[in-house]
Structure formats: C-alpha cells, structure tokens
C-alpha cells in the first residue's frame, strides 16, 4: 500500500477501537489507535498507571524534521527502526506491555509508489543526447550498462554508448545525430538497474518508447540602440531629432553630393562583430545615399570608406562600390528602392556583408558578401547625396563605443 493514512490502515482490519492521541499512552485492555499526528515541538510521551499484559497502542507522527518524541517507563524494542526524523516522514510508534515490561518500537511508511518514465527527447543543442525523464528522482549510485537501452532509428543503426543521472533524468548518449528521424527507446533490467532514489526500489522497465525533439531555443533579438552621427557637413545637411533617434537630410540645392555626409563618433570595437542600420526615407535619392564603415575617426568622402559601401543608384536600383567608387554589385532585378527600406551594414569575422530588407527589418536578404574587412574599430559613414536625399534612425548591434 502507498501513502495511506495510519487510522484507515488499522480500523480496515478492527484491530481495536481508535482514540484520539493523549500524552499518556494508556495499555488497556483492547489496543487503541490515534489519529495522525504532526509533530510541532517538543513532545514528551509517557505511559499511564497499571499497563495491562498484551495490550498495544499505536500512533502516527508526522516528523516536522526537527523535533523527536521522548518516551518514558518503556524500552525501545531492539526491531525497532528508530525515529525518522525527515521532515514529512511517517513514523509508526508501537507500544505494547509483555507482562513483564513495556516495550516500543518505531517503524515507517514506505512509499511503494512506482517511479515511472513520463519523457524520453532529444536535445537542440546536442543531437547525441536524449534524456528520459522521470516521475521520481533516480538513484545516482545505480548506473546501467549502456547495453541495457536499445534505440530503434529509421535512419539506421543506433546505440547508446554512456549513461549518466542527476536527480530525475537520465541522460543517454547515442552514435547518431540527425533530428529529423523516428526513434523510441527501450530499457530491460540488467545486473545493475536502475533504482529509485526514495525506495531503492527497480524502475520498471519499458519498450519502444516514442523519442521526440526538443525544440531550439529561440535565438534572442539583437538590442538595437539608436546612434547619432554628429559629425556632419553643417552647411549642406540637417540633423533633426525622432523619437529616442535621429535623421539626417539634405535640405539644400546641392548638385555636389560628395559635400554632404555624416559619420559617427562611436565605433563597432576592434575584434567585434556587428552591425548598423539606416532607413531610407525616400526610395528617389539621386546620387545616393552611400553608407559603409570607415576606420578614419575624419572620413568625409565615400573612397575612404572600409573596403566598400553600398549606395542607391540615381537610376533605381542599389550597387555596392569599391574603396575607389567603382562599381562591384548592380541589382538591377529586384524591386526598386523605396522609402521604408532597410540597408544593414555588417562585420561578420573579416566579411563585410551588406542586406536589405523590405518589411521594416524584419527579415533580411543579402545583396553582397566580400572579405578582408578590417577587424580594426569601425564608424559609420553615410554621404547622402543630392537635395531631397534622407535616412532615418542609424541603430547599431553590437559592442560600440
């Protein structure tokens, strides 16, 4: 039987008739039963006047993990168990008069409940690790031969090779590690099984359990943090605040782009990975805008840009340029340039990557890839181009300063 309260287990049989606990235990002729217990403090027992021969009384304490009954004019019986004192355990105090003395005895509730599979699945980060877990913890010290799983695959042959527990899982490494394959798993009970951690009792074993795929963890979202660009030709392009950003415009006539730019005096830090995003305004910029990185804390003109720049071509398309302004990439197939479109700027390793999205940033299609990007700290240098040109909201990932 498994948890079952100590007064049910008894007046199931009419062992006697059951009273309610008093400190002093009373050997009377019939056996006597209390109600459950829970131990609370100190409690003192004792055994009242003129015990009868072969009369029995039991009780049921609930252990609080700290306090121990005492029990005077009785002798602890030498089968007994002795006091748990566990917080929550059930103890079982049995005290009865041989006719020459009064003896007790302490025993206890084990708990008989199977501990069951309830989980077998495969892990994201590592494809070799599939993990059964359990309803109870497991008996760390009762290790099974690897040879006791058995792994069905409809990719092919699988076997486990190691077995390692911590607390209610069981972690099993197997030979393969595809995630799109069939799988259960099976268990048979060799020399060493395992075992419940609370009862020592063999967990029961299982077959063709149906295996499953944890699912990835989610890649968290780059923090994005709006960047000014401060250094910026005054005479020929505006600054105007937006929200917790800025935009930066050409409001003046200027038929001469290359006077019109605005860098940043943070920088993507030497070694890191990045990246930088602007909006384009209007998707009508003749000229431009061109943006790309810049080593040079004093860059004011496209060619010293790192490596290239990508610009949006005066006859509706985007290009990337060279260090020298000449052109490398045309994309003259895809949709136009609009105002709403997104143009992320990235170092990735020595790469220099350049992207465009057309749904506000929320996803991205590659336009150009080329190495040996500088590792050295980047800014960012956008010239802007002709009247009329605008972008919206520089925001930078990564680690700038």
Request: aromatic share 10%; net charge negative.
């Amino acid at each position: 039987m498994s948890n079952i309260e100590f007064k049910n287990a008894f007046s199931r049989y009419s062992l006697g008739v059951e009273v309610s606990f008093t400190n002093a235990i009373a050997l009377v002729a019939g056996n006597s039963y209390s109600n459950p217990v829970t131990i609370t403090g100190p409690t003192a027992l004792t055994i009242a006047a003129s015990p009868v021969a072969g009369a029995e009384y039991q009780a049921y304490f609930i252990a609080d993990g700290t306090n121990e009954p005492t029990i005077a004019g009785a002798f602890e019986h030498d089968s007994s168990t002795g006091y748990d004192d566990s917080a929550g355990a059930a103890n079982i105090l049995k005290v009865w008069h041989d006719g020459v003395c009064v003896l007790y005895a302490w025993s206890h509730f084990i708990d008989v409940s199977p501990v069951l599979l309830t989980g077998a699945e495969i892990q994201a980060d590592d494809l070799t690790q599939l993990v059964l877990t359990f309803s109870g913890n497991i008996d760390e010290d009762s290790v099974p031969d690897a040879a006791d799983f058995a792994l069905t695959n409809s990719a092919g042959a699988d076997s486990i090779t190691d077995v390692a527990i911590s607390g209610a899982e069981v972690t099993l490494t197997r030979t393969r590690n595809e995630s799109t394959s069939t799988i259960t798993v099976s268990y048979e009970k060799g020399d060493d099984p395992l075992k419940s951690a609370a009862t020592g009792l063999d967990i029961v074993a299982f077959t063709d359990v149906a295996v499953t795929y944890a699912e990835p963890a989610e890649e968290p979202e780059d923090e994005l943090i709006p960047v000014r660009l401060p250094d910026i030709t005054t005479d020929n392009v505006t600054e105007t605040t937006n929200g917790d950003g800025w935009d930066y415009s050409v409001e003046v006539s200027n038929s001469f782009y290359n006077v019109c730019y605005a860098r940043s005096d943070l920088a993507l830090q030497a070694g890191e990975d990045g990246y930088f995003l602007v909006t384009l305004a209007t998707g009508d910029m003749a000229g431009g805008p061109i943006v790309g990185f810049t080593a040079s804390a004093t860059a004011d003109y496209y060619n010293q840009m790192a490596t290239g720049s990508v610009r949006v071509n005066d006859e509706g398309y985007y290009e990337t340029l060279d260090g020298s302004g000449s052109v490398v990439t045309a994309d003259t197939t895809t949709a136009e340039p609009a105002a709403g479109d997104v143009l992320k700027v990235e170092r990735a390793g020595t790469d220099l990557v350049f992207s465009i999205s057309t749904d506000d940033g929320e996803s991205f299609d590659e336009f150009h890839r080329e190495t040996g990007l500088s590792t050295a700290a980047l800014y960012i240098l956008v010239q802007l181009g002709g009247f009329g040109s605008k972008i919206e909201l520089p925001r930078v990932s990564g680690e700038w300063a």
